[in-house]
C-alpha cells in the first residue's frame, strides 16, 4: 500500500482529482495517509476531512521564525511515515531538510509546461498572467520531482493545453486545471503505485 502525504494551501482542486481517482480505482493500492496546509483557511482540509483523511494545519505564522516551522513541517511529515509526498498547490518553498531525508519521494504539479514559466515568483494565477503576456499559444501543466531548486526537478509528466483568444487568467487556469492537472498529476500518482515510477534513493 502507498502511503502518500499531500500538501495544499489552497482550494484544493488537485487533492480532490487524487481523491476521486482513489474512489474510481484510476489509483490503486493507495492510502493518503494526511493532508497537511500552511494555511488554516484552505478549503482542502475540509475536502481531506470530508473523505475521512487526517487534516492537519501547520502555518508558519504559528512559529516564531521559519526555522522552527521547517522542522515543525519536517516532523509532521514523519509523523504519517509516506511513501510519497505530494504538493498540490503548496505554496511554501520545501526546506533542504526535507527534500533531503525525502530524496526522490516529493512530487509537484506546477501548472506551465517547465522550462517555461517556472521558478521563483511563478504560481497559482502569476504563472497564467505570464503565459498570456508573452502571447505564447500553447501552455500546460507538469508534474516534476523536487529537488533543491523552485521547479528544477526531473520532469515525470507533462499535458499541453491551447491558449483561447480572450482568455483571461482565470480562465486559463480553469482550463489547465481541468485538462491537465486534475489528469496527470492521478496519473503520475497511479504510476508509481504501481512501480512503473521508481521513487526514493536513486
Ligand atoms: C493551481 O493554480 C494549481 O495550478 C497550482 O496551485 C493552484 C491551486 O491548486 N498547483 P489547488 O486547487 O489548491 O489544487
Redesign the pocket.
Known amino acids: 500500500m502507498l502511503r502518500v502525504a499531500v500538501l ?8 480532490g482529482a487524487l481523491l476521486d481517482a482513489l474512489k474510481t480505482g484510476k489509483i490503486k493500492n493507495t492510502e493518503i495517509v494526511r493532508v497537511i496546509s500552511n494555511n488554516p483557511g484552505a478549503f ?1 482540509l475540509e475536502r481531506a476531512k470530508s473523505h475521512g483523511v487526517e487534516a492537519v494545519c501547520i502555518s508558519p505564522k504559528s512559529f516564531p521564525d521559519r526555522e522552527a516551522f521547517n522542522r515543525a513541517l519536517l516532523s509532521g511529515l514523519k509523523e504519517c511515515d509516506p511513501d510519497l509526498i505530494v504538493l ?2 503548496f505554496l511554501v518553498n520545501i526546506p533542504e531538510s526535507i527534500v533531503k531525508t525525502f530524496k526522490n519521494r516529493i512530487i509537484n ?3 506551465s509546461l517547465i522550462p517555461s514559466f517556472c521558478g521563483k515568483g511563478y504560481y ?1 494565477l502569476k504563472v497564467h498572467e505570464a503565459v498570456l503576456n508573452r502571447g505564447v499559444k500553447v501552455t500546460g501543466a507538469t508534474v516534476h520531482f523536487v529537488d533543491e531548486g523552485i521547479d528544477t526537478g526531473r520532469i515525470i509528466a507533462q499535458k499541453a493545453v491551447e491558449v483561447l483568444p480572450g482568455d483571461t487568467p482565470e480562465v486559463l ?1 480553469r482550463r ?2 481541468e485538462q491537465a ?1 486534475w489528469i496527470i498529476l492521478p496519473e503520475a500518482v497511479a504510476k508509481i503505485a504501481a512501480g512503473e515510477i521508481k521513487i526514493g534513493e536513486a
Do not use: C, F, K, R
Open positions: 495544499v494551501s489552497g482550494g484544493g482542486t488537485n487533492l482542502a498540490a498547490g504539479i506546477h501548472p497559482g487556469q489547465v486545471m492537472e
